[in-house]
């Protein structure tokens, strides 16, 4: 009996993926396929047995997606980041676990274009589900403390951390010296991030006050709680990369890696503007450059409409996920992909 082949356009229409994707698909071995010319010719049986393993009850549909109703406890999470970040991704380290597992072997590298605190980036490489990481960011004063950290300073900055009384004028003193050496702004960037509410370090945000139980400035400030974390991160500092650069750039570079994966959490359409000084993105060409990349992704959202729609047109799969907020409020959020399935399994 010949072999039916189908072109990676028809593949992709019986699939319900983009070409780029299901190009992806072929290169990961996940489809048989052969390339006489150009273009791919895939095999219609891998294509056919591929379906079967989507065919999954309430699997993710980016024309009706999935509505996950469990909420992870945060409490069972490690905690490995020196940051308080607003928008941090602690309640979603369970969901990367299963999705960089979903291999089953160690991911070659994963890069966190959007960083920021970092929990994605640092539960990969603590819990051996990739073999690197590439940390992004372009705010000045969080790199400067992943430059610190990661690139000789990260001993000093655990000292100082320790050493330091808080005070309302020793504060004052640090935040002068800010923009002395890299470890002096990443010191007093810890600093501001610990006495700032939520952690928010935009221009504008407010300092705390009374506290928690009337502690004022020292209300979030467990000083050897963070030594511990930074120490932690410097055991596995070989095996994560920083660089300080526009995510959307780094996409560009890297996009035709296919040994790459990516996290994708970039500021939120509703509280971006007030939570980070690089708010505005251009959330269109991010989803579409998503699509094109040639490696896998996860890319995080607020459940926003605009969003949603956004992912359809460029033939990504979208799932909300449930959280809890630091107020202890259910929220939704969304998951993007190339393909979901991983959540079924």
Not at 236 to 251: C, S
Request: glycine share 6%.
């Amino acid at each position: 009996m010949a072999t039916e082949y189908l072109s990676t356009k028809e593949a992709a229409e019986k699939l319900g993926y983009s070409v780029q994707h299901t190009r992806l698909l072929i290169r990961q071995g996940k489809l048989k396929a052969r390339k006489p010319a150009r273009d791919w010719l895939v095999v219609g049986e891998s294509v056919a047995q591929y379906q079967k393993r989507l065919d999954f009850p309430n699997k993710p549909d980016r024309n009706h997606p999935r509505r996950l109703s469990s909420v992870v406890n945060v409490a069972t999470v490690p905690f490995r980041s020196p940051f308080r970040y607003p928008g941090g991704k602690t309640w979603l380290v369970p969901r990367i676990r299963q999705w960089l597992s979903s291999d089953n072997q160690p991911r070659k590298e994963l890069i966190e274009p959007f960083a920021g605190g970092a929990i994605v980036g640092l539960s990969a490489v603590f819990e051996g589900l990739v073999e690197r990481v590439t940390l992004g960011e372009l705010d000045e004063d969080v790199a400067s403390v992943w430059r610190a950290i990661l690139y000789g300073e990260g001993e000093w900055l655990a000292d100082q951390i320790t050493a330091f009384e808080m005070t309302a004028a020793n504060v004052q003193r640090v935040l002068a010296r800010a923009d002395e050496s890299v470890r002096d702004r990443a010191f007093a960037t810890i600093v501001r991030n610990r006495i700032n509410r939520g952690g928010i370090l935009a221009p504008g945000a407010g300092v705390v006050k009374k506290g928690e139980n009337g502690k004022g400035l020292r209300s979030r400030w467990y000083p050897d709680t963070l030594r511990k974390r930074i120490l932690n991160i410097l055991k596995h500092k070989d095996r994560i990369d920083f660089v300080q650069k526009d995510a959307l750039t780094l996409l560009e570079e890297k996009k035709d890696d296919t040994d790459v994966s990516w996290f994708i959490d970039p500021p939120y359409v509703v509280a971006g503007r007030r939570l980070y000084k690089y708010s505005e993105i251009d959330h269109d060409k991010l989803l579409a450059l998503a699509g094109d990349l040639s490696g896998d992704f996860l890319i995080t959202y607020d459940d926003s409409p605009q969003i949603e729609k956004l992912a359809e047109t460029h033939g990504l799969a979208v799932c909300r996920v449930p959280m809890k907020n630091t107020h202890h409020q259910k929220k939704m959020e969304l998951l993007i992909g190339p393909d979901l399935s991983w959540l079924a399994s």
